[in-house]
């Protein structure tokens, strides 16, 4: 907004409500252009006044960034570069949102260690060929999709990580990378080409996205050792009966598995808490209860609430075993055809 448009809703706001305008006194510095702690290009809401917006600005570089800004947004830019200096005046900033801009891996060097208080870094959409570092050890919240990266670096020391966002990349192999992320809670490393399941996860991870890739086996006992593992997609991989052995997916802290769009033709056993079940368009030849429940009886049921079969020409409605129900006792959806 320029001072003119300013000006002119400020006429309006008193105009219209100036008992408003009165009970409040209207902070003049609710406009970032006119308060001196914004760089004069960008928006620092009075309502949140160690947040600087920077979006949609056509930015070739970084602006001037004052004292005091803890939050900084430069979404849908063309900034290519980061000076070395950029951020000498907030070295205490905590989130950097770059999204949308053009930046190089090679471009980056040394730019994020000296930012001590960091938490949120995200360069979602940029050009980016591998994972920036070092970063520092506040960290908790990195964000690096849709870039070009077929490289990771250590993420080394890195206590606080709690949340690691990889999807839309072109990693083919990590080899452990996120060893010692202790924190490590939420890792999505979907719509790359991985062939193989990454050794050394970290055993905290609640969530692991790994769909859309070309896994084709996994190694035995490899869920174990994720002991509150609760979310695990692997749909659109290459799995086939024959790369997976017998008990991969009993997993008892596991309540959701997608394992929609492989090359299955019959069901991986699962625990009986699991509640989300995705299974459609695989090569499926039969339903078995064992694959649901080990046995049956008044307390030992599945917990399975959704259980998606469609798309496995084989399995049809008169397929289903008659104690079927007996075992998938609190489903209230199940997708057949
Ligand atoms: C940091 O602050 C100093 C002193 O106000 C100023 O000269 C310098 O340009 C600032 N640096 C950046 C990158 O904004
Ligand atoms: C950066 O990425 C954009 C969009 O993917 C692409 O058009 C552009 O050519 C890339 N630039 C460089 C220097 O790689
Ligand atoms: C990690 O987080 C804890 C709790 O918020 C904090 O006390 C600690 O200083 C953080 N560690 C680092 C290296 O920032
Ligand atoms: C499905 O059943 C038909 C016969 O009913 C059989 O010819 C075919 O091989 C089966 N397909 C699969 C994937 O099991
Ligand atoms: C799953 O594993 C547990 C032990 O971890 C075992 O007791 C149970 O029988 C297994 N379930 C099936 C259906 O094999």
Request: charged letters at 20%; glycine letters at 4%; proline letters at 5%.
């Amino acid at each position: 907004m320029n001072l003119g448009a300013f000006t002119l809703l400020l006429a309006l706001i008193s105009g219209a409500s100036g008992q408003y305008y009165d009970d409040y006194d209207f902070p003049l510095s609710m406009y970032g252009q006119l308060s001196p702690n914004c760089a004069p290009e960008c928006n620092c809401p009075a309502s949140y006044p160690s947040a600087m917006y920077c979006d949609e600005l056509k930015l070739k570089s970084v602006p001037m960034v004052p004292p005091g800004i803890k939050y900084l947004y430069l979404r849908h830019n063309q900034i290519d570069h980061i000076d070395e200096k950029a951020f000498e005046n907030v070295t205490d900033l905590q989130w950097l949102i770059l999204d949308h801009n053009l930046l190089e891996s090679s471009k980056l060097k040394g730019i994020f260690s000296k930012l001590k208080q960091l938490k949120k870094l995200h360069i979602n959409y940029n050009n980016l060929t591998e994972s920036v570092g070092p970063l520092p050890k506040s960290l908790e919240d990195l964000q690096l999709t849709h870039n070009k990266i077929t490289k990771l670096g250590s993420f080394d020391g890195l206590v606080n990580l709690t949340f690691i966002h990889l999807q839309h990349n072109q990693l083919k192999d990590i080899s452990a990378s996120f060893k010692g992320l202790k924190s490590l809670e939420y890792l999505d490393l979907s719509f790359n080409q991985l062939t193989k399941l990454p050794s050394g996860l970290p055993t905290s991870l609640l969530t692991l996205y790994l769909d859309n890739n070309k896994i084709s086996n996994i190694p035995d006992e490899y869920f174990k050792r994720f002991k509150g593992l609760q979310y695990l997609r692997l749909s659109h991989n290459e799995l086939a009966d024959s790369g997976i052995p017998g008990n991969s997916f009993n997993v008892s802290s596991l309540l959701e598995l997608d394992l929609s769009y492989n090359k299955l033709k019959n069901i991986p056993t699962v625990s009986e808490n699991l509640e989300n079940y995705y299974l459609e368009v695989n090569q499926l030849e039969k339903l078995e209860v064992k694959s649901f429940c080990k046995i049956l009886g008044p307390l030992s049921y599945s917990k399975i609430k959704h259980l998606r079969l469609d798309g496995n020409r084989n399995i049809t409605q008169t397929s289903l075993p008659p104690n079927m129900y007996e075992c998938l006792r609190v489903a209230n959806e199940i997708t057949i055809t």
